[in-house]
């Protein structure tokens, strides 16, 4: 067995070691599965296993080395994907009990990509029921658990993906993000979580338009230049989809770019109150970027209109699943499901235009503006079983926690949560930077930037390994 510490490299470093043939690919494999096997029955990150998929896969990266032949971006490099993710040949349960005997057809189009660039899938992580929760706690699954502290969530609905890259159970993970399904569970156990923009990624073939397009896949990963990397190895579109936005250059080489002078607005101002140890992690942020060079101010966008709006399209969204059996569904979907009938073509077309009415206003803010620094989340990760338990609450007490999240959805602008500051019990506290509509680079390079400075600041002391 190789070393254990190979386990928390990032995916870019594994993924250059297999080229230069310093480790293999299926050692790799086997030292996650034996860390997923030893650790992760205490966090539930993974929900699925597909050890005779992921042994293939780097098998096959071996032999292309071994060949000559040219390598993906992620060759041989272990990875995990979302529950709620098509995998061909695998159960297709979407986190939910009415539909855990379906069996995906066809790979999603992210899932496609991946395999083109050589990763090695190592299974599916823990998500709640349709992904409409932003903590991973379901019906189907034990909920995801955070490395960090095992009593709290460990965010969603991507929930299982942030842990298992926090835990050192994978490389890199897929994720998926309509409302901050991402960036929530990123911030929550400390780890780096891009949400790209509208159309980076298609969600074809089996889905037109997710969540009126406010989903996407995205990345979860250990480094900003993983992240990166990840982004690299889904991007693409399908003919006939819906949005689109064409890649101008690769974005790995583009997050190594010196971040040049940028204007950065930032805002602790939400509809919802604001922990004050979160807040004062952003303005801590805020300084920093000064120190750089860039040119910082406060600005007070108004981010409190997407909330009826969402719930519309959450709600409809729900509605159009094919369900026979309400009575088996989480309460909340239960009733989003009941109550999608009531909404009607008019009601749904009415939010449609309001919410990109809504979304210019927003946008317009970046006139002004290159990237909009905020709070990831209103406060740290709260205990399991905290938030969402009464069905007639649920919706407010998860649109207060992800007030600076969503948003970005609606306008369908890019966004990275960075691991950038703790709360004084140990909790990550995750910071949010959002950048113009397909401008990606920008807040990838000043991520780069702010994670080298808070690794120059973490080297002066002794860091723990958190398994």
Not at 12 to 37: H, M, S, T
Not at 160 to 182: E, F, K, T
Request: overall charge negative; glycine content about 10%.
């Amino acid at each position: 067995m190789i070393d254990d510490a190979w386990a928390f490299k990032p995916a870019l470093e594994q993924a250059r070691a297999i080229e230069e043939r310093r480790i293999k690919p299926g050692d790799l494999v086997a030292l996650y599965y034996e860390r997923i096997a030893r650790i992760d029955p205490e966090l539930n990150a993974y929900v699925l296993l597909t050890r005779e998929l992921a042994e293939s896969q780097a098998a096959a990266t071996e032999k292309r080395i071994t060949r000559g032949e040219p390598l993906g971006l992620l060759d041989g490099v272990p990875i995990s994907i979302k529950e709620t993710a098509s995998l061909a040949g695998y159960r297709n349960s979407l986190g939910s009990l009415h539909f855990e005997k379906s069996i995906a057809q066809v790979d999603g189009f992210a899932i496609g990509r991946l395999k083109d660039e050589g990763a090695a899938i190592l299974g599916k992580t823990n998500a709640p029921e349709f992904g409409t929760r932003p903590v991973t706690e379901g019906p189907m699954f034990p909920p995801a658990r955070n490395p960090i502290d095992k009593t709290r969530t460990a965010g969603g609905s991507s929930g299982g993906a942030a842990a298992a890259v926090a835990a050192g159970l994978c490389a890199l993970s897929h994720g998926g993000d309509g409302g901050g399904s991402i960036r929530i569970p990123a911030s929550c156990c400390g780890v780096v979580g891009l949400k790209p923009s509208r159309g980076r990624i298609s969600s074809g073939p089996i889905l037109g338009e997710d969540w009126a397009g406010l989903a996407t896949s995205g990345v979860i990963a250990r480094t900003v230049a993983d992240a990166a990397l990840g982004l690299d190895a889904m991007s693409g579109h399908l003919a006939g989809d819906p949005y689109w936005a064409e890649i101008l250059e690769p974005f790995l080489p583009a997050a190594r770019h010196d971040a040049p002078g940028l204007r950065i607005g930032w805002t602790i101002d939400a509809p919802a109150p604001v922990d004050a140890e979160v807040a004062s992690a952003v303005e801590s942020v805020a300084a920093e970027l000064a120190r750089h060079g860039h040119r910082v101010r406060r600005v007070k966008p108004d981010l409190g209109g997407f909330r009826p709006l969402i719930q519309i399209l959450a709600v409809t969204s729900v509605g159009t699943l094919p369900i026979t059996q309400p009575q088996r569904l989480d309460p909340l979907n239960q009733r989003m499901f009941e109550a999608a009938p009531m909404s009607t073509a008019v009601d749904y077309l009415r939010a449609l235009n309001e919410l990109h009415q809504q979304a210019r206003k927003l946008i317009a803010t970046w006139d002004q503006i290159d990237v909009l620094l905020t709070p990831t989340l209103t406060y740290p990760a709260p205990k399991i079983g905290e938030i969402g338990q009464d069905v007639n609450t649920a919706s407010t007490e998860f649109l207060d926690w992800l007030s600076f999240t969503h948003p970005f959805n609606c306008t369908g602008q890019p966004a990275i949560s960075l691991p950038l500051a703790t709360s004084k019990s140990g909790l990550p506290i995750g910071i949010q930077l959002v950048g113009r509509p397909r401008d990606e680079y920008s807040i990838l390079s000043l991520g780069l930037q702010l994670e080298e400075s808070a690794q120059s600041s973490r080297s002066r002391s002794s860091p723990v390994p958190l398994m």
